[in-house]
Nanobody, 119 residues
Framework: QLTETGGGLVQAGGSTRLTCTVS????????TTWFRRLPGKERDLVAC????????TYGDSVKGRAAIARDDERNVVYLEMNSLKGEDTGNYTC??????????????WGQGRRVTVSL
């Protein structure tokens, strides 16, 4: 089970942190990704952290503004986003269980959190 917290209403230029808490699954061996769906667009990858080694991958639109991190003891994955823009408004969802960040199959998904950036 994945439970997301954080996000909400943020002013443009501000920061937000999303937290994904994973239970009943040893996620540290698998890739965990934050996806987002922006209004009228397909879902895309925001950031991913690989299982073994913890290598990170970021979507082009958030490079330099996002940071993903994992705390294996607390079973959480964080997504920190800075310098938020209006076009960052959308629904953010974490998923885990893929073999690697480039994988397309994630068996476990959270419910998603809304991030709204006010201009």
């Amino acid at each position: 089970q994945l439970t997301e917290t954080g996000g909400g209403l943020v002013q443009a230029g501000g920061s937000t942190r999303l937290t994904c808490t994973v239970s009943d699954f040893t996620f540290k061996f698998y890739a965990t990704t934050w996806f987002r769906r922006l209004p009228g667009k397909e879902r895309d990858l925001v950031a991913c952290i690989a299982g073994t080694g913890g290598r990170t991958t970021y979507g082009d639109s958030v490079k330099g503004r996002a940071a993903i991190a994992r705390d294996d003891e607390r079973n959480v994955v964080y997504l920190e986003m800075n310098s938020l823009k209006g076009e960052d408004t959308g629904n953010y969802t974490c998923a885990t269980g893929a073999w690697e960040c480039s994988g397309s199959y994630y068996p476990y998904w959270g419910q998603g959190r809304r991030v709204t950036v006010s201009l």
